[in-house]
């Protein structure tokens, strides 16, 4: 049934802001730009952004892992462009590391550097 997760898509208060904003972060430009969406290819997957955020519970929002090659470094750089620290770093186990960090419009990052995962 399953397959993967293809899309995820984070509401924003500003599109023109957080377009800026991603784009500073993954270091290129997003492949489709609209008024009403911007979605970005981030090796075959889509990090969208949606400003309609009249349906918005904050606080009961999910939160996706990006897989990262250095944990520490990709942290860094999420904070030094105006991130906020949500949860720091944590071993989870068998050296699989995670961490979340909320972007300016309130969406929580999560990142997750797992050695033995390929893709």
């Given at each position: 049934m399953f397959k993967a997760i293809r899309t995820i898509?984070?509401?924003?208060?500003?599109?023109?802001k957080a377009k800026a904003w991603y784009t500073d972060l993954l270091g290129f430009p997003p492949y489709f730009d609209q008024p009403?969406?911007?979605?970005?290819?981030?090796?075959?997957?889509?990090l969208g952004l949606d400003p309609d955020i009249d349906q918005v519970i904050y606080?009961?929002?999910p939160v996706a892992y990006w897989q990262v090659d250095n944990i520490e470094l990709t942290k860094i750089k999420i904070l030094e462009i105006g991130g906020i620290l949500h949860q720091?770093?944590?071993?989870?186990?068998?050296?699989?590391?995670?961490?979340?960090?909320?972007?300016?419009?309130?969406?929580?990052?999560?990142?997750?550097?797992?050695?033995?995962?390929n893709k």
């Open positions: 898509i984070y509401k924003v208060n500003d599109l023109e009403f969406y911007v979605g970005f290819n981030i090796n075959d997957y889509e606080g009961n929002i720091d770093i944590q071993n989870v186990g068998e050296n699989i590391k995670v961490a979340e960090i909320k972007d300016p419009f309130g969406n929580v990052i999560g990142i997750i550097e797992d050695k033995s995962f």
